[in-house]
């Protein structure tokens, strides 16, 4: 079984930072994508940035490219997800997911964490 851990949330104002970290339980690469997405109240989940195991290619969904950014930490099995120019629009719950397919629709992932939540105020 594969846990996913969240941390990192936090409440900001508009044009702040903030760095979100998700712990793997095992080797990261033995699954083909792990990434980050995100809920606001009242709207469908959505993909915001993910790596691509095999590859070691990040993918970003158009809101956040320039503003966020992944990296990961191998030997610790970590992927953060900073962020920076904070928007209002960017409040949600952020949730870390595991999967074996490569895509940023939520749907397929298998394995979720528990959510770390993002307030941005204006």
């Known amino acids: 079984q594969l846990r996913l851990v969240e941390s990192g949330g936090d409440s900001v104002q508009a044009g702040g930072s903030l760095r979100l970290s998700c712990t793997v339980s095992r080797n990261m690469y033995t699954v083909n994508s792990i990434g980050w997405f995100r809920q606001a109240p009242g709207k469908e989940r959505e993909g915001v940035a993910r790596l691509d195991t095999p590859s070691d290619y990040y993918y970003y969904t158009a809101s956040v490219k320039g503003r966020f950014t992944l990296s990961q930490d191998t030997a610790k099995d970590i992927l953060y997800l900073h962020m920076n120019n904070l928007q209002p629009e960017d409040t949600a719950m952020y949730y870390c997911?595991?999967?074996?397919?490569?895509?940023?629709?939520?749907?397929?992932?298998?394995?979720w964490g528990q959510g770390t939540q993002v307030t941005v105020s204006s």
């Open positions: 997911a595991a999967g074996s397919i490569a895509t940023l629709d939520p749907t397929p992932y298998s394995y």
